[in-house]
């Protein structure tokens, strides 16, 4: 297989109120809410980079579409690493998280490995970690 990975769709209780969060919140571009016309196909899809977009679904529609029940949430089933160039870019992320209604689980701090990093979750309990590596560079 190879890695063609283009959609990260995250299931949530109510897409009105996780569209707000991303879109209002943290900025990320979006045309909002679109297949409203289909039975369990409102979707709102974000770009993140080129050839990435985050999807959110209602937990009911996608439990629908791959038949199977849908289950209780668990946050530590994944996170959503969002890495950054520098720790003052995850201090100001981390605050425009926290000003969106995200709950902060662990604030920013320099981490074992020589890096710096933060945990929030989003209005539906999905954890982001806000990371500078720095043995990774980013080119924008």
Do not use: C
């Amino acid at each position: 297989m190879k890695p063609r990975i283009s959609v990260i769709t995250l299931g949530v209780d109510n897409l009105e109120r996780s569209l707000k969060f991303y879109k209002d919140g943290l900025g990320l571009p979006t045309q909002g809410i679109v297949g409203q016309e289909f039975e369990h196909g409102a979707v709102a899809f974000f770009d993140l980079q080129l050839g990435l977009k985050l999807a959110i679904w209602n937990r009911k529609d996608i439990a629908h579409d791959t038949r199977i029940d849908q289950t209780p949430i668990s946050p530590t089933e994944f996170t959503i690493g969002h890495n950054v160039g520098s720790k003052e870019e995850v201090d100001m992320i981390m605050e425009q998280a926290r000003k969106a209604g995200a709950i902060i689980t662990v604030p920013a701090h320099d981490t074992f490995w020589g890096g710096y990093s933060g945990y929030f979750q989003d209005p539906d309990g999905h954890l982001w970690e806000v990371v500078w590596n720095p043995a990774w560079e980013f080119t924008e």
